[in-house]
């Protein structure tokens, strides 16, 4: 059974940082597509950032390019989401989820079967 569990959310003033965490179980992270995506209130879900092959290949949103950044520890089955320079428009509920390829769409909710319970940052 897959499972996902997501972390580090918290309240931070405009121009703070925060890492979001991510642990996985169940999947091979070397071979999964594993992405954030984030939700605020009376809005769609977004996909913000997506990391495939172990890390090897990265995708992310326009709104979030270098100020975000998503890594792996294989070894800790974890994905992190490193936020820096964050905005009032960061505000939401952040999700992890996995697919087993991220491609070009790797952004569309609907692809993603599993998803964890969602951490909640506030700027």
């Known amino acids: 059974q897959v499972q996902l569990v997501e972390s580090g959310g918290g309240s931070v003033q405009a121009g703070g940082s925060l890492r979001l965490s991510c642990v996985a179980s169940?999947?091979?992270?070397?071979?999964?597509?594993l992405a954030w995506f984030r939700q605020a209130p009376g809005k769609e879900r977004e996909g913000v950032a997506a990391?495939?092959?172990?890390?090897?290949?990265?995708y992310y949103a326009d709104s979030v390019k270098g100020r975000f950044t998503i890594s792996q520890v294989n070894a800790e089955n974890t994905v992190y989401l490193q936020m820096n320079s964050l905005k009032p428009e960061d505000n939401a509920m952040y999700y992890c989820?996995?697919?087993?390829?991220?491609?070009?769409?790797?952004?569309?909710?609907?692809?993603?079967?599993?998803w964890g319970q969602g951490t909640q940052v506030t700027v």
């Open positions: 989820a996995t697919t087993q390829i991220c491609g070009p769409t790797w952004y569309e909710a609907a692809r993603y079967a599993v």
């Open positions: 990391s495939y092959t172990g890390g090897g290949s990265t």
């Open positions: 169940g999947i091979d992270l070397t071979t999964a597509c």
